[in-house]
């Protein structure tokens, strides 16, 4: 048996419990339900319309920020390319983080060529709750239905907006995970974790971005962090000749609209983009370290997840 037909015969089978498309859903289940469902058994789903009652859905154009927010300096991230977070050049570059009015990251996102590099608030350190609760009550602190399910309130609230050019690498979370769509959509490329397997691996010296001059980005190591675990693969163009486990892999699409909310579960792989100055809601719930995480962390550690020479 070829090395191949062994991986084969070894894989693992998705198509168990998973199907190739996330469902949708016009109601937004039971508390009860909604766990057993979806919580419990790691799958992902979308509710259309989860939030379109909100004020936000409505509220939240330019002129309206700018009145309610305009003068308030909130946390940017900038790179040349769009990539924060994200291997290049040898290095896992982070971006360069500014602090800048909101007002004026509003005037980038009307008019994005008039200004070098690429803008996007995506600070995950609940950046909703403390950079932006003056329009908190346009939207929620929690997700009630989702909270009352797990029994807990979420650990981080994060609002999202940005460039279209952003793209945020694939990677995975330790966390139960509800992307709320105010404005715009959001495209998602998914692997679930039976994927890991497949999902390819580098370390990388940590390093950001800093703008020299106008327009002119430089990478500086960032000898203080270390080294980065992080995916060397590109799910839109995966290179399947230097990757060649990759093509074992079942990723999932989906674009998920202003309203809707997608259940991203923990520990999922996923690779987004989105529209131009898309804006969204995440709410991050700790993961329960339980016998799934264990079967993971053995299913990443298994032989054939070494980096072919």
């Known amino acids: 048996m070829s090395e191949d037909e062994q991986i084969k015969s070894a894989s693992f089978s998705p198509e168990l419990y998973l199907t190739n498309e996330v469902p949708v859903l016009d109601d ?3 508390p009860l339900e909604l766990y057993r469902e979806w919580i419990a058994p790691n799958k992902p789903v979308i509710f259309r319309g989860a939030v379109k009652k909100w004020p936000a859905i409505g509220k939240w154009s330019y002129d309206y920020l700018r009145k309610q927010i305009g003068n308030k300096e909130v946390s940017v991230a900038v790179t040349p390319n769009g990539y924060a977070d994200a291997p290049c050049d040898g290095y896992f570059v982070m971006p360069e983080e500014r602090s800048m009015m909101f007002a004026n990251f509003l005037d980038i996102m009307e008019d994005p060529k008039n200004q070098p590099g690429v803008f996007y608030v995506q600070k995950q350190n609940s950046n909703f709750t403390e950079e932006f609760s003056e329009i908190l009550c346009d939207a929620s602190p929690d997700i009630p239905w989702f909270s009352e399910a797990l029994g807990k309130d979420p650990d981080a609230v994060n609002f999202w907006m940005g460039d279209q050019r952003a793209v945020t690498s694939m990677h995975k979370d330790h966390y139960e995970n509800i992307y709320c769509v105010v404005s ?3 495209d998602f490329i998914l692997l679930p974790p039976t994927d890991s397997a497949w999902v390819p691996y580098k370390s990388y010296p940590a390093a950001t971005y800093k703008e020299t001059t106008a327009g002119s980005f430089i990478i500086q190591e960032d000898t203080n962090t ?7 693969i590109d799910p839109v163009k995966p290179d399947l000749e230097k990757y060649p486990q990759y093509k074992h892999a079942s990723p999932v699409f989906c674009r998920v609209h202003a309203g809707d909310a997608l259940y991203l579960p923990s520990l999922w792989f996923h690779h987004v983009r989105q529209s131009h100055a898309c804006i969204a809601v995440n709410y991050w719930y700790d993961m329960e370290y339980d016998i799934k995480y264990n079967y993971y962390k053995f299913i990443q550690n298994l032989s054939w997840l070494k980096e072919p020479e």
Do not use: A, Q
């Open 28 to 30: 937004i289940p039971s």
């Open 184 to 186: 715009g959509y959001k």
């Open 226 to 232: 270390g080294s980065v675990p992080w995916i060397c």
